[in-house]
């Protein structure tokens, strides 16, 4: 049960690390699909 327990905790703390690094690196949707034509309110 703790081995699940820390299986569980350390694919969150992956899946709020990953968020944070594609979010400061550029991936986020509105930054990959906008252009000039395009506006986004």
Known sequence: MKT???AFASALL??????VA??????SSAE???A???RLN
Not at 14 to 19: E, F, L, N
């Open 14 to 19: 992956i899946a709020v690390i990953a968020q």
């Open 36 to 38: 000039s034509s395009v």
């Open 4 to 6: 699940m327990f820390a």
């Open 22 to 27: 594609y979010d400061n690196a550029g991936f």
């Open 32 to 34: 990959r699909q906008a």
